[in-house]
Every structure is written in structure tokens, then in C-alpha cells.
């Protein structure tokens, strides 16, 4: 089993930046791809971003992003903390959600939320206009 633990969500005004970190524990060895997910309420759960983590660590040349994201969020990752990171720029209000981490013991940039085995608690991102 993968835990994964979220932090770094708060309230920030339009146009500011947050870092969110997921912690995972457990059997890492397992896990080759991280995301990130978000739902706002009323709303299906969404994907943000992923990461392909390798034993030589995480593969920022393999990353995905959604088009409501792409050039403001950046995904990275930690190998030796076994800790991802999802750093988000000129935040809108419309980025309001809670931001849920999640892994796959697939190879790829998956979408799909079918594609990951394990899921955080969530952390709660809420963008002030």
C-alpha cells in the first residue's frame, strides 16, 4: 500500500502562487506515475497534472498538464523525500478546489482518474478575487 498525504493549500488573492506537497510512505517502490487532481464543489474531480517517477527520480521531460493550467502550474518531485510537488502561478478564482494527490503503478501521463491506485485526503486551494 501507498499513503499519500497532501499540505500546502490555504487561501491566496487572485494572482498569487501556493506550492502543494504530497508525501507518499509505504510502498513507493510500487509507484511510477504521480498526479494531481481537483474538484470544486458541484463539479466532477479533474485532472491537473502528472509526473513519471522513476528509480532514478522524477522525469520532469515527461509531464502532462490540463490546458487550464498549463504555463501557470509547474509539477516536480523530490526522489529522496518521496515528496511531489505541484507549484501553482497567477491563480484565478476559478482554480478554488480541493487539490488531491494521487499515484499509479502504470508508466505514463494518465488523465484519467481510473488510472491511479492510490489517492490522498485532499487540501483545500480557495482563490479571493
Known amino acids: 500500500q501507498v499513503q499519500l498525504v497532501e499540505s500546502g493549500g490555504g487561501l491566496v488573492q487572485a494572482g498569487g502562487s501556493l506550492r502543494l506537497s504530497c508525501a507518499a510512505s509505504g510502498s513507493t517502490f510500487s509507484v511510477y506515475t504521480t498526479g494531481w487532481f481537483r474538484q470544486a464543489p458541484g463539479e466532477e474531480r479533474e485532472f491537473v497534472a502528472s509526473?513519471?517517477?522513476?528509480?532514478?527520480?522524477?522525469?520532469?521531460?515527461?509531464?502532462d498538464y490540463a490546458a487550464s493550467v498549463k504555463g501557470r502550474f509547474t509539477i516536480s518531485g523530490d526522489n529522496a523525500k518521496n515528496t511531489v510537488y505541484l507549484q501553482m502561478n497567477s491563480l484565478k478564482p476559478e482554480d478554488t478546489a480541493v487539490y488531491y494527490c494521487?499515484?499509479?503503478?502504470?508508466?505514463?501521463?494518465?488523465?484519467?482518474?481510473?488510472?491511479?491506485?492510490?489517492w490522498g485526503q485532499g487540501t483545500q486551494v480557495t482563490v479571493s478575487s
Open positions: 494521487a499515484a499509479s503503478r502504470f508508466t505514463g501521463t494518465f488523465r484519467a482518474a481510473r488510472s491511479y491506485h492510490y
Open positions: 509526473i513519471v517517477w522513476t528509480a532514478d527520480g522524477f522525469n520532469t521531460d515527461d509531464t
